[in-house]
């Protein structure tokens, strides 16, 4: 029974260049969440997505970033023209309602490098 | 605008003696809260969660406590172990939140032999 998983593991892009994270939930979990973690601090909501359909993108930068979570497939983070500021610990995590006071579970998140 | 504070960013307990990590909030709307436990390199463990109806919740050497007057909530760890070492983050969230979920800056807590 594997958890959240996601990949890659590391990344690393250059300053322009775009970057996209995966997150495949547990089985059975139809919501998806994403998490920022930026150096020295906690961790800061960034979407909320059910099967084809964003619930809330309140957290999510204006420009450059974007999420789905196909009918079919993982969850995707997209960032366009990556900077620097954007190097952080990126965390999805997956629930079988959308109840998170239950707790998701979380997988080991993806580290972004811009160099 | 922080609406959850950890204040200690680090904790040094002696292993078998009790771990007290604290977390305040300040918005009303909030009505659960969880606890988090990280290790370098992984994702955040889901530990112990509180309803706002409740003042206390136990779960073997995990204790959350909340003072929803004071807006403040901790959680105990007793006895503590050396695998606890690992960075603690408080949680909260409410039913109009749409299951989001706002966290604190987390303490480090170290356990030594």
């Known amino acids: 029974n594997a958890g959240v998983m996601q990949n890659p593991r590391h990344l690393v892009r250059r300053r322009g260049q775009e970057a996209r994270l995966r997150c495949s939930p547990m089985?059975?979990?139809?919501?998806v969440y994403w998490y920022r973690q930026l150096p020295e601090e906690g961790l800061k909501f960034m979407v909320y997505?059910?099967?084809?359909?964003?619930?809330?993108e309140s957290g999510m930068p204006k420009e450059r970033f974007s999420a789905e979570f196909p009918k079919e497939g993982p969850s995707i983070l997209r960032i366009q023209q990556v900077v620097r500021g954007d190097s952080a610990a990126y965390f999805c995590?997956?629930?079988?309602?959308?109840?998170?006071?239950?707790?998701?579970?979380f997988g080991s998140g993806t580290r972004l490098t811009v160099v | 605008d922080q609406q959850v504070k950890q204040n200690s960013p680090s904790l040094s307990v002696q292993e078998g003696r009790i771990s007290i990590l604290n977390c305040d909030y300040t918005n009303s709307m909030f009505d659960y809260f969880l606890w988090y436990k990280k290790y370098p390199a992984e994702g955040p463990t889901f530990l112990i969660s509180?309803?706002?109806?409740?003042d206390k919740n136990e779960d073997g050497r995990f204790t959350v406590f909340l003072n929803k007057s004071a807006k403040h909530l901790s959680l105990h760890i007793v006895p503590s172990q050396p695998g606890d070492s690992a960075v603690y983050f408080c949680?909260?969230?409410?039913?109009?939140?749409?299951?989001?979920?706002?966290f604190g800056t987390g303490t480090r807590l170290q356990v030594t032999l």
């Open positions: 949680a909260s969230g409410g039913t109009g939140t749409a299951s989001k979920l706002t």
């Open positions: 089985k059975g979990h139809s919501h």
């Open positions: 995590a997956s629930s079988p309602r959308d109840r998170s006071n239950y707790g998701y579970t």
């Open positions: 997505l059910q099967k084809e359909n964003i619930i809330d």
């Open positions: 509180i309803s706002s109806i409740k």
